[in-house]
């Protein structure tokens, strides 16, 4: 959810809270508490969906994490190994190849990444004789490569990832949106009665509709409800 949409969603459930506490003030007038009734219906559900969200991305996040992290480990121990080679051959081609740390790793885009290790995963493959005198098994090799393979599969088209972003986001305003419709085009106007018949009711309502900026950096007016207007013919 964008500011706005936070906000706005903050105010429908503060006008839920007090509405919640002043039932008694409308428990017997059905049509309001039906409406009450979809509304809380509707917050659960867009509280739900934006932690169900919330959750598959930090899980995708993780995952990724942790396999780049095993890769990069992999991928640190044979580049040691080919240094040593390089080392020893006098070899300038090798030795800059297998200059690599974990912050330079980790500080690599993922499709950079993935070509650098893949340039020391291939480099191995004439000096695997000589890598297992350097503590670098054959195995190790097979494992980078399974590794490596596994996680370019897994990792997600970038239009495909802006697609699925794009319809969530589109999905989380729909309901956002209806939420609000009908607390603005059905409960507004049944709280027009107690305007007289419980003034004092309906001004905290009101007071409850007013929408405040509580994630702006700075402090922002409160912006306060208009009061509905009864429709003419």
Request: charged share 25%.
């Amino acid at each position: 959810m964008d500011r706005k949409e936070i906000n706005l969603m903050d105010m429908i459930e503060e006008v839920m809270k007090f509405l919640d506490v002043n039932v008694s003030f409308y428990g017997d007038k059905m049509p309001i508490i039906n409406v009450v009734n979809a509304i809380n219906q509707n917050i659960e559900d867009i509280n739900a969906f934006n932690q169900d969200q919330s959750v598959k991305t930090k899980a995708d996040t993780e995952i990724k994490n942790q396999s780049r992290t095993e890769i990069m480990n992999l991928a640190l121990k044979i580049a040691a190994g080919i240094s040593a080679i390089a080392a020893t051959k006098k070899d300038t081609r090798l030795k800059l190849l297998a200059d690599v740390s974990p912050s330079y790793l980790k500080k690599m885009r993922d499709s950079d990444f993935i070509i650098k290790v893949r340039s020391i995963h291939d480099a191995t493959i004439p000096l695997v004789t000589d890598l297992a005198d350097w503590g670098v098994q054959s195995t190790d090799i097979d494992k980078l490569d399974t590794l490596l393979i596994d996680y370019v599969s897994k990792r997600p088209n970038a239009r495909n990832v802006k697609v699925q972003t794009k319809q969530a986001n589109s999905d989380m305003k729909t309901r956002i949106n209806a939420t609000a419709a009908l607390l603005r085009d059905q409960l507004d106007l049944m709280m027009l009665p107690f305007k007289n018949l419980n003034p004092s009711f309906y001004t905290g309502y009101l007071n409850a509709c007013i929408i405040i900026d509580r994630t702006g950096t700075h402090a922002a007016p409160a912006v306060k409800k208009e009061e509905p207007k009864t429709a003419t013919v």
